[in-house]
């Protein structure tokens, strides 16, 4: 097919000109700040990521104050927007680059994509818009969007097709200085024209073009593998309170889920374990004695698996004191625990067992 690859980005920056959404990171080229919002809005919603933008700005205004924070005033700000590791890399690689690049961030795209969790997409979002560099930001949505203009008639998940995609879009922004404009306008029109379930393609500068279009099932692309079966786990967690009303947090092993973040004590269960029984035994040290029943069930979905959680209340009869506690464990009245760096389904989880 031969297409007049001028003609399409022309079309794709007048139709981003006169409907791109007013975002507080579209207001700024500095490559801190684009970087920020890049991560923050891997596998996120605009949406919901606009306030944790605004919040985590004004208290990590810059890559220093980012590098120097406690870990816990890193996750706190975080908490509620999932996938921690995000923001522990960023603060990862925030000490990197003061340590490295005196604190500037780098316009090399080696030394950009050698910083913990900075991968092609979001070096190349961070090179088109803050340095001007023509490399195609190209993501989950952006394939979408590539790949139904295309009518990519191939697994999406293999390379030959995301090469394919690489290709055309390294066409396209090629025939523009704006490469921070082509990025960003391809975003656009994949969250909110080239829509997963439902393109509306009447909307669409490229509508003329596209194959997926044209040929009547644009929703038949991007090709992808049937998904995998989420792995379901059975899991307890207890609210050890004592007669003050105080209750007991406990952190997260340094890896895996929750990594760091603190929790009400939580066992997890694999196979053929019961997982209140294992916390009936974490708990024995304190004399605590488990009830029979739940007070509480929450679903949390993760990407590849599902925990069902059994809430159980567990009041003691004397005081809880740190000493008689294991390391990593804190007793805490609510308004404490609620400064804590908690998970997403923990501050409800706590609220129904109070
Ligand atoms: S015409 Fe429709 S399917 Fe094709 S890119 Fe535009 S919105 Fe997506």
Not at 6 to 30: C, F, I, K, M, V
């Amino acid at each position: 097919m031969n297409y007049n690859f001028p003609q399409l980005t022309g079309r794709l920056l007048a139709w981003y000109g006169e409907n791109h959404r007013d975002l507080p990171w579209r207001h700024t080229r500095d490559p801190y700040a684009v970087w920020v919002s890049e991560i923050m809005l891997q596998q996120t919603q605009v949406k919901t990521v606009v306030p944790y933008y605004e919040r985590f700005m004004a208290a990590f205004p810059s890559v220093h104050d980012l590098a120097r924070a406690p870990q816990e005033k890193v996750l706190k700000a975080w908490e509620g927007l999932g996938y921690y590791s995000r923001a522990k890399n960023l603060q990862k690689a925030a000490g990197e680059i003061c340590a490295q690049y005196r604190g500037q961030i780098p316009s090399d795209p080696d030394a950009l994509l050698a910083l913990p969790g900075i991968g092609p997409y979001t070096a190349n979002a961070v090179l088109s818009i803050s340095f001007g560099v023509s490399a195609p930001a190209v993501d989950g949505n952006v394939r979408r969007v590539a790949s139904r203009f295309l009518a990519l008639n191939e697994d999406i998940t293999k390379a030959g097709a995301q090469r394919t995609v690489e290709s055309h879009l390294t066409a396209l922004i090629a025939q523009t200085a704006r490469p921070d404009l082509f990025n960003q306008a391809m975003m656009e029109l994949g969250a909110t024209v080239c829509h997963p379930d439902s393109p509306s393609c009447p909307r669409c500068p490229w509508q003329t073009d596209c194959q997926g279009h044209l040929l009547g099932c644009p929703q038949a692309f991007p090709i992808k593998p049937p998904p995998k079966k989420k792995r379901v786990q059975q899991a307890a967690c207890g609210m050890v309170q004592d007669p003050e009303g105080r209750f007991i947090l406990s952190r997260r092993p340094v890896q895996g889920i929750w990594a760091n973040l603190w929790s009400l004590p939580l066992c997890v269960a694999d196979e053929n374990q019961n997982p209140a029984h294992m916390l009936a035994q974490l708990l024995a040290p304190l004399s605590a004695v488990m009830p029979s029943e739940a007070s509480a069930r929450l679903r949390h979905v993760f990407t590849h698996r599902v925990w069902l959680i059994d809430g159980y209340r567990i009041p003691v009869d004397h005081p809880l004191s740190h000493q008689e506690l294991p390391a990593g464990w804190v007793c805490l009245s609510l308004e404490e625990a609620l400064a804590y760096p908690l998970p997403a389904p923990m501050p409800p989880l706590i609220q129904a067992l109070l």
